[in-house]
């Protein structure tokens, strides 16, 4: 006779997961590094999620979309655009669920390489997820400080338009305000400002937009004839300038899909933490400050040089997306639902999974090849720390 005995199911799941991770894993607290401990630190509110979510998406790289539109042309970017939203979106949530798995499992998930150090194997983590990763974070970095020097390089033209001061000048100011900001300790430690930066994107996006407004039904501007052929000199040309602009694309709908969060610096930072801190000892003391310090400061350093050496900031963006985002954002989300929930092959779920994973990795692969050519040409007209 089959005896039945009824349990609270909150304490079971509880218990299940607590055995999971006691047969398993070591205690959770001693598997976390000073990275893990001290930078991306589970202390905000659903509320500040929302923030660091929408700061990372509307981000610099959205000001790289004018120049994603003009080699799409309306109909293709208007597209693109579209699907690029629909399948990030659809990817987050395939993301949100493996997570869920994996936390119910006892594994709580905290780094985008540790998924895959789960689901892939530790080789995948550590020798293609966590690089890809790092670059897309640190190349942004570079691309944050280079946007920052051209902003103020524009705004001192327009004040002073006989003035001397060249483009790496600024550059290197704003790198200096990066190196202070560099020294924020945490993630949760951003949320004032990131709320901040929330709320200068936003207003950005409405003057861009009422501008943009009120210059295209202006007296002078309607006058004129209106062009909106695709650049490029041959098919060539065009063809790679299309999947150039799907590259920053993905840059833009990239950012916020990662499970840290992109807000670029603090996961760069993340990796230098747990490269050179110590979680046995605590945060502020001198054995953790001081590498701390050194190693942030010196990335800094160099983020800057490297933006003032190679003022491309269009160009930069398109990298990261095909290398990065791509591959990040639109491949492997769908792969980590199919390995972790293994769905029927005869399901409509596994094949379009595969249809986009597919797709996608032939659109980066192009877009890659787009990214690296249009910097050669690029190459070609700038000079190292050009004035543009």
Not at 53 to 65: D, E, G, M, N, R
Not at 100 to 112: C, I
Not at 138 to 164: E, F, H, N, R, W
Request: with cysteine.
């Amino acid at each position: 006779m089959a005896v039945t005995v009824e349990t609270d199911p909150k304490l079971q799941q509880d218990g299940g997961a607590a055995a999971a991770a006691d047969s398993s894993d070591p205690p959770q607290k001693a598997e976390l590094d000073a990275g893990a401990l001290f930078v991306l630190e589970s202390k905000g509110s659903w509320v500040h999620c929302g923030y660091h979510l929408t700061t990372s998406i509307v981000a610099p790289p959205l000001l790289s979309l004018p120049f994603a539109l003009t080699l799409l042309g309306w109909a293709g970017g208007i597209v693109s655009l579209v699907v690029a939203a629909l399948v990030t979106f659809y990817s987050y949530n395939l993301l949100s669920l493996v997570l869920e798995h994996q936390a119910a499992m006892g594994r709580r998930q905290l780094r985008f390489r540790d998924m895959a150090n789960q689901i892939l194997g530790p080789r995948w983590g550590r020798y293609y997820v966590g690089p890809i990763q790092f670059m897309v974070c640190y190349g942004a970095v570079v691309a944050c400080t280079l946007l920052g020097g051209q902003c103020m390089k524009a705004i001192y033209v327009l004040s002073k338009p006989d003035g001397t001061l060249k483009l790496y000048v600024f550059v290197t100011i704003f790198g200096c305000f990066m190196l202070i900001l560099a020294q924020i300790p945490s993630f949760h430690s951003l949320r004032h400002i990131n709320l901040v930066s929330l709320l200068l994107c936003l207003a950005y996006s409405a003057c861009a937009t009422a501008a943009s407004v009120h210059i295209g039904t202006s007296s002078s501007s309607s006058s004129q004839p209106k062009e909106y052929s695709l650049p490029g000199d041959s098919t060539q040309d065009r063809l790679f300038g299309i999947f150039n602009a799907i590259a920053i694309i993905g840059t833009t709908y990239g950012n916020g899909i990662i499970p840290e969060i992109q807000v670029y610096l603090q996961p760069t930072n993340e990796v230098l933490e747990g490269t050179f801190g110590d979680p046995t000892s605590k945060q502020f003391s001198v054995r953790n400050v001081v590498p701390r310090v050194m190693s942030r400061s010196l990335s800094v350093v160099v983020a800057t040089v490297v933006a003032a050496m190679l003022p491309f900031f269009g160009d930069i963006n398109a990298l990261i997306g095909a290398f990065g985002f791509i591959p990040l954002d639109f491949i492997l989300p769908v792969v980590f639902y199919n390995l972790t929930f293994k769905p029927s092959k005869r399901s409509l779920v596994f094949w379009l999974n595969s249809t986009i994973a597919v797709v996608f990795s032939a659109v980066g692969a192009i877009a890659a090849v787009a990214a690296v050519r249009q910097m050669s040409l690029d190459a070609k007209t700038y000079r190292l720390f050009a004035n543009v």
